[in-house]
């Protein structure tokens, strides 16, 4: 069924008998009601039997506003707005729950479904609200460059994450102490302390498989979120698999993730596999894809004049599924952030929603915690990365409790200093996460790494046998580009 022509939205409730389990195909469900994009259907299930079926007669996600300073201000119940459901209500993401504390959230999707600038909306949020916000931008500091100077603590590698993380956890032993004194089992917010939160972003490039200190980030991540909410210390990872076993592999990180919010934006369709596999959807729960590019499929007779075939799709960045709240089914789109067309240098727009003045800092009470490596921010002292690495040999027989210049917590995995050795395929394939790139550009990029040199004949050969795999393909121009789904 098409809406009438003087009809914007048309709402159907659907329920299969008692016993049955309701499940759909969205392809199929579109035909049905002569839907022709699928950006203008929206179906909302209970896992159970019913579902809420809703036509649009023009895609309702297409244009969302810009953010506004005012949605991004934590209200009383420690919630921010970060964009709108599809019917036009507000998205919402729990930061502070009051009479318990931190939140512990992480952010799945695969490249240019929106994770980055939905990184800024929640860092300019924080910033806005009075909480303290710590950063590990893995991808060399261009994720999220307009955080810099915006947040408390800012690093871009992998030794900067894990000493951050290290005083994260410390941090979580200093207030637990404190409080304890204080007679204090909760934690409310500036009341003394302000709420902390530590964000991992690209967050597989630090736990994945083969990753130097992978066992020792994924306990430190997985110990901030287990003992940090009752003192105000939170953790957010932002990845691009939604798989465990890229993401340290941990037991206690799966459940962590399951407690906590979940966005889910553009994924894949191992991505998917993994979610459910991993208990990490709720029981029952049923997601339409969101599609890479939105509007309806396009059959362009050859009769047909070009200027009147040709329709340029819109992107579905920013759209999502916030997993865990009471609309897991529902999709959502972030509020736009930062200019419509890329601009030199930082974004001004983006600066703009973080605002004037100096970030949230820390307590002052913590600070010895925190250790050498926050006091020297933004630098990290060469002697505490030498330590990590293991090339302090006037240190080799120090205890782990001395590592990196911070007290290691009682039974964490020892740090692996040693890069991991890729194979010429994993190479090319990391330096094609970002995005396509011409065989140039990609060759500069895998022989940038640290690695091995590879000569242009190498690289040619392995780009070979990963098209023939169906991992990467190459367009007109020579610029090539991994396949995710």
Same mark, same amino acid.
């Given at each position: 069924?098409?809406?009438?022509?003087?009809?914007?939205?048309?709402?159907?409730?659907?329920?299969?008998?008692?016993?049955?389990?309701?499940?759909?195909?969205?392809?199929?469900?579109?035909?049905?009601?002569?839907?022709?994009?699928?950006?203008?259907?929206?179906?909302?299930?209970?896992?159970?039997?019913?579902?809420?079926?809703?036509?649009?007669?023009?895609?309702?996600?297409?244009?969302?506003?810009?953010?506004?300073?005012?949605?991004?201000?934590?209200?009383?119940?420690?919630?921010?707005?970060?964009?709108?459901?599809?019917?036009?209500?507000?998205?919402?993401?729990?930061?502070?729950?009051?009479?318990?504390?931190?939140?512990?959230?992480?952010?799945?999707?695969?490249?240019?479904?929106?994770?980055?600038?939905?990184?800024?909306?929640?860092?300019?949020?924080?910033?806005?609200?009075?909480?303290?916000?710590?950063?590990?931008?893995?991808?060399?500091?261009?994720?999220?460059?307009?955080?810099?100077?915006?947040?408390?603590?800012?690093?871009?590698?992998?030794?900067?994450?894990?000493?951050?993380?290290?005083?994260?956890?410390?941090?979580?032993?200093?207030?637990?102490?404190?409080?304890?004194?204080?007679?204090?089992?909760?934690?409310?917010?500036?009341?003394?302390?302000?709420?902390?939160?530590?964000?991992?972003?690209?967050?597989?490039?630090?736990?994945?498989?083969?990753?130097?200190?992978?066992?020792?980030?994924?306990?430190?991540?997985?110990?901030?979120?287990?003992?940090?909410?009752?003192?105000?210390?939170?953790?957010?990872?932002?990845?691009?698999?939604?798989?465990?076993?890229?993401?340290?592999?941990?037991?206690?990180?799966?459940?962590?993730?399951?407690?906590?919010?979940?966005?889910?934006?553009?994924?894949?369709?191992?991505?998917?596999?993994?979610?459910?596999?991993?208990?990490?959807?709720?029981?029952?729960?049923?997601?339409?894809?969101?599609?890479?590019?939105?509007?309806?499929?396009?059959?362009?007779? *050859?009769?047909?004049?070009?200027? #009147?075939?040709?329709?340029? @799709?819109?992107? /579905? &960045? +920013?759209?999502?599924?916030?997993? %865990?709240?009471?609309?897991?089914?529902?999709?959502?789109?972030?509020?736009?952030?930062?200019?419509?067309?890329?601009?030199?240098?930082?974004?001004?727009?983006?600066?703009?929603?973080?605002?004037?003045?100096?970030?949230?800092?820390?307590?002052?009470?913590?600070?010895?915690?925190?250790?050498?490596?926050?006091?020297?921010?933004?630098?990290?002292?060469?002697?505490?990365?030498?330590?990590? *690495?293991?090339?302090?040999?006037? #240190?080799?027989?120090?205890? @782990?409790?001395? /590592? &990196? +210049?911070?007290?290691?917590?009682? %039974?964490?995995?020892?740090?692996?200093?040693?890069?991991?050795?890729?194979?010429?395929?994993?190479?090319?394939?990391?330096?094609?996460?970002?995005?396509?790139?011409?065989?140039?550009?990609?060759?500069?990029?895998?022989?940038?790494?640290?690695?091995?040199?590879?000569?242009?004949?190498?690289?040619?050969?392995?780009?070979?046998?990963?098209?023939?795999?169906?991992?990467?393909?190459?367009?007109?121009?020579?610029?090539?580009?991994?396949?995710?789904?």
């Amino acid at each position: 069924m098409t809406a009438p022509a003087d009809i914007d939205v048309v709402e159907l409730e659907v329920q299969v008998p008692a016993g049955d389990v309701i499940n759909y195909n969205l392809r199929n469900l579109c035909s049905a009601l002569g839907v022709l994009d699928p950006a203008c259907l929206a179906v909302e299930t209970d896992g159970l039997t019913r579902a809420l079926i809703t036509i649009y007669k023009e895609p309702p996600l297409a244009n969302i506003p810009a953010a506004r300073p005012e949605d991004l201000v934590m209200d009383a119940d420690g919630y921010i707005t970060k964009g709108l459901y599809h019917d036009g209500r507000p998205a919402r993401e729990r930061l502070y729950e009051p009479g318990s504390g931190a939140q512990r959230s992480a952010v799945f999707g695969t490249t240019g479904a929106g994770k980055s600038r939905a990184l800024q909306l929640r860092l300019a949020a924080e910033k806005r609200s009075g909480i303290v916000s710590w950063l590990a931008d893995l991808k060399g500091g261009q994720s999220v460059p307009e955080a810099k100077g915006n947040v408390d603590w800012h690093v871009t590698t992998q030794e900067g994450s894990i000493l951050m993380l290290l005083a994260l956890v410390a941090v979580i032993e200093e207030r637990t102490h404190r409080y304890e004194a204080l007679g204090r089992s909760y934690f409310a917010i500036n009341d003394p302390d302000p709420l902390l939160v530590g964000h991992i972003d690209e967050a597989n490039r630090l736990l994945e498989k083969g990753a130097p200190y992978r066992d020792l980030g994924a306990y430190l991540v997985k110990e901030v979120g287990r003992t940090g909410r009752s003192v105000g210390v939170g953790i957010n990872i932002a990845a691009q698999a939604g798989h465990i076993d890229e993401l340290g592999g941990s037991d206690t990180l799966r459940a962590m993730l399951k407690e906590g919010s979940v966005t889910l934006l553009r994924w894949s369709s191992s991505m998917m596999q993994s979610l459910v596999s991993d208990g990490l959807l709720p029981p029952g729960t049923q997601l339409a894809p969101i599609p890479k590019r939105s509007g309806p499929p396009q059959l362009r007779s *050859r009769f047909t004049p070009d200027e #009147e075939s040709e329709t340029a @799709p819109g992107s /579905t &960045a +920013g759209t999502a599924y916030i997993l %865990g709240s009471d609309r897991p089914t529902a999709p959502m789109r972030h509020f736009r952030v930062g200019s419509k067309t890329p601009v030199p240098g930082l974004d001004p727009e983006i600066l703009a929603l973080y605002g004037p003045g100096e970030p949230p800092r820390l307590e002052e009470e913590s600070h010895d915690a925190a250790g050498e490596a926050y006091a020297a921010r933004p630098h990290i002292p060469a002697h505490l990365i030498a330590k990590l *690495r293991g090339e302090d040999q006037g #240190e080799a027989s120090a205890t @782990p409790a001395t /590592t &990196a +210049g911070l007290r290691m917590p009682v %039974g964490a995995p020892p740090a692996k200093p040693s890069a991991p050795k890729l194979t010429a395929a994993a190479r090319i394939l990391r330096a094609l996460e970002d995005g396509p790139l011409q065989k140039q550009d990609l060759i500069a990029k895998v022989n940038g790494d640290g690695g091995p040199e590879l000569s242009a004949g190498s690289v040619s050969n392995v780009l070979t046998a990963l098209g023939k795999k169906g991992h990467v393909t190459t367009s007109g121009g020579g610029i090539y580009e991994r396949i995710t789904n």
